[in-house]
């Protein structure tokens, strides 16, 4: 899947909704989880330069789409890369980057299917009793459940990119 967001620095916590949100789908069937397990879900995030952006005839080309592409392409087994590579045209912001988006991604990786529900609302700047209204649970629940899944890490990766200039990238 390719989208292209107005800007930059929205591109982390989007993706990291859409892994959050596909992770706390339920799968009940075991043919259904053997299948997801088999397939889940791989993300590449090119940043660089667009040269065509028609989102009317759904028509986009430019460096971060090769960069994403490739990336996704090239991504080994999820055990030694990860499920989520960030790939910027910038060479010099490449390391912390992709360092910041692998322990990311392993935290999401890891987390429980009620982890990953909190998660996503987190994500979607919800209060912790917003979303124990929404789940039903109370709010000492979802504080637990947010402790335990390392919220504290992804709210600071996010911070770390969000403040990140890419205007030159």
């Not at 790939?87 to 988006?101: H, I, N, R, S």
């Not at 991604?105 to 700047?125: F, G, W």
């Not at 637990?144 to 990119?161: D, G, M, N, R, V």
Request: proline share 3%.
């Amino acid at each position: 899947m390719e989208c292209l967001l107005p800007s930059t620095k929205d591109g982390f916590r989007a993706a990291l909704i859409i892994k959050s949100c596909i992770k706390s789908f339920p799968i009940s069937e075991s043919k259904k989880k053997k299948l997801f397990q088999i397939y889940g879900i791989r993300m590449a995030m090119g940043i660089g330069d667009m040269r065509i952006v028609d989102k009317e005839n759904g028509i986009m080309d430019g460096e971060a789409i090769y960069l994403s592409g490739r990336t996704l392409d090239g991504m080994g087994s999820p055990n030694k890369n990860g499920t989520f590579l960030i790939e910027p045209a910038d060479k010099q912001l490449k390391p912390a980057l992709q360092t910041v988006g692998m322990l990311t991604d392993a935290l999401l990786n890891n987390a429980t299917k009620r982890q990953s529900e909190v998660i996503y609302y987190k994500l979607l700047s919800k209060s912790e009793q917003e979303i124990a209204d929404i789940l039903g649970v109370k709010q000492s629940g979802i504080n637990q459940h947010s402790t335990s899944a390392k919220w504290y890490c992804i709210e600071e990766a996010l911070s770390y990119f969000e403040q990140l200039n890419f205007e030159n990238v």
